[in-house]
C-alpha cells in the first residue's frame, strides 16, 4: 500500500492550498483516512479525519478553516485549507487505516511541505 500526497508549496497568510492524498494498493480496505503535520521542533499533530462514512473530525486550531473530504471512489483524500496563518506552516502527512484480508493496518505517506508567510 502506497500513499501519494501532493499539493504543498509556499502561501501568503490569508491564502488557501488544497492537499491531495491517493492511496493506491490492491486487497486494502480502507477506513479512516487522516491529516497530519509536524511543525520544525514540534510533534506531530493531528490535523483532521475521515471516516469511510464521512464522518469528520478536526483539531481546534483548524476548525472553521481547514475541510477534510474524500473519494471513496478514486481512494484520494483532500485537505482544503483556508485563510492560512503562518503557524499553519508545517510537514503534512496522510494517513489511512484498513484492513488486508482482515488484519488491521495503518500506512503513512511521504509528507508535503506547506509553507505560510506573513
Known amino acids: 500500500v502506497q500513499l501519494q500526497a501532493s499539493g504543498g508549496g509556499l502561501v501568503q497568510a490569508g491564502g488557501s492550498l488544497r492537499l491531495s492524498c491517493a492511496v493506491s494498493?490492491?486487497?486494502?480496505?480502507?477506513?479512516?483516512m487522516d491529516w497530519y503535520r509536524q511543525a520544525p521542533g514540534k510533534q506531530r499533530e493531528l490535523v483532521a479525519a475521515?471516516?469511510?462514512?464521512?464522518?469528520?473530525n478536526y483539531a481546534d486550531s483548524v476548525k472553521g478553516r481547514f475541510t477534510i473530504s474524500r473519494d471513496n471512489a478514486k481512494n484520494t483524500m483532500y485537505l482544503q485549507m483556508n485563510s492560512l496563518k503562518p503557524e499553519d506552516t508545517a510537514v503534512y502527512y496522510c494517513r489511512t487505516e484498513g484492513t488486508i484480508q482482515s488484519h488491521w493496518y495503518a500506512f503513512w505517506g511521504q509528507g508535503t511541505l506547506v509553507t505560510v508567510s506573513s
Open positions: 475521515i471516516t469511510s462514512g464521512g464522518s469528520t
Open positions: 494498493g490492491s486487497s486494502f480496505s480502507i477506513d479512516v
